[in-house]
């Protein structure tokens, strides 16, 4: 954790040096629905995180983020009421942007993939994993000004555990907010 | 750069490509099997097989992990004083059902109280009072194993398990 939050900081602040012209860093909220993928134990929840965007090239972004997610009570199964919680699913990484650049107003589309740690954990059933995973997905900013966007995104991820791998699927949507770049 | 661009967007249309046909072959599945006993005295037996289990068809070749398993009982006691209840597994075996309890068994739970009463003992409960998870796992993951239980009460009249289910739920991809 240490050594990767090292990482981003360096890499946080050569971008930035690199290119004090435009807005080459900037920060975001979101938040979403977190829809499992063929569990059986698990219902749809939230997720909610934060992020950074740096500017890598004129076309690409990293993103590194933080997200805390919780699925929902599962169903009754076969006349069983579970009564358990739905798992929490924690994460941090970071994703690699193409297009969706800041600094400019309108539709600015993006597809994007990246790796993070997953943690899934369920208190009730003492489940508890944490693997490095996979995510990937398409979606679209709104520039509303140069230094901010809407951003809405789908995402899907796949949390890899013991063996095999949980997936889910994120709707989200957020506001990303640029610093500096003569605006 | 454009051929920067390009390779990226192939990683990307790859990446997603994989995420999407990853969710179609691999899952986690909920089985809940209707459990009964053969009683005699104290001692209760049952040999568990879910096997025959729709869901455990579909994917017992290609089970990753057990994420959980347990159960739900509803007991009726009419005995004077509480009743103690323990629970043990082994492996599966055939042939005449035994009588005690074998030594390669594991107790999965400990001296559990019911009172005077109807008791219903819900899948969560079961989660919090189960030991020995990893044993009861290990034999799940085989769809076949050996129950046994003994109570201090008296069996079939003043001391009825009226039904119980085990719940196993599985990780499994292909």
């Known amino acids: ?183 | 750069m454009l051929r920067q661009k390009s390779f990226l967007r192939l990683l990307a249309g790859l990446a997603i490509v994989s995420i999407v046909a990853g969710c179609i072959v691999s899952g986690t599945f909920v089985i809940v099997a209707d459990f009964d006993f053969t009683a005699s005295g104290d001692f209760y037996f049952h040999r568990v097989d879910i096997t025959d289990d729709a869901t455990w068809q579909d994917h017992k070749d290609d089970i990753d992990f057990i994420d959980a398993v347990g159960a739900e009982f509803y007991i009726t006691s009419t005995e004077g004083t509480d009743v103690t209840f323990n629970v043990y597994v082994d492996d599966y075996t055939t042939g005449p059902d035994p009588i005690t309890v074998p030594t390669s068994a594991s107790k999965i739970i400990t001296d559990f109280t019911v009172p005077n009463g109807t008791t219903k003992i819900t899948y969560k409960q079961s989660l919090s009072i189960l030991t020995n998870l990893e044993r009861l796992k290990t034999l799940a993951k085989k769809g076949m194993f050996d129950y046994y239980a003994t109570t201090t009460g008296t069996v079939g009249s003043t001391f009825v398990i009226d039904s119980a289910k085990i719940i196993v739920t599985i990780s499994a991809s292909k």
């Open chain 1, 1 to 183: 954790m240490r050594k990767t939050l090292l990482v981003l900081g360096v890499l946080f602040l050569t971008v930035s040096m690199s290119h004090a012209e435009a807005p080459k860093f900037g920060v975001g909220g979101f938040g979403g629905i977190n829809i499992p993928i063929v569990q059986d134990d698990q219902k749809s929840g939230t997720v909610f995180g934060l992020k950074g965007r740096l500017v890598v090239t004129s076309f690409l972004v990293a993103e590194p983020h933080v997200s805390f997610g919780k699925w929902g009570d599962p169903d009754p199964i076969d006349g069983v009421n579970l009564e358990i919680a739905g798992s929490k699913i924690t994460s941090f990484g970071i994703d690699a942007t193409l297009g969706g650049m800041p600094g400019k107003k309108g539709l600015k589309p993006f597809a994007f993939v990246g790796f993070a740690s997953y943690k899934v954990k369920n208190d009730d059933t003492a489940y508890d994993e944490s693997k490095l995973g996979i995510a990937g997905g398409f979606g679209f900013l709104i520039g509303v000004s140069p230094l901010l966007d809407i951003d809405i995104r789908g995402k899907a991820v796949i949390a890899p555990q013991e063996e095999g791998s949980k997936k889910a699927v994120w709707i989200l949507g957020g506001l990303n907010y640029y610093f500096g770049g003569g605006y």
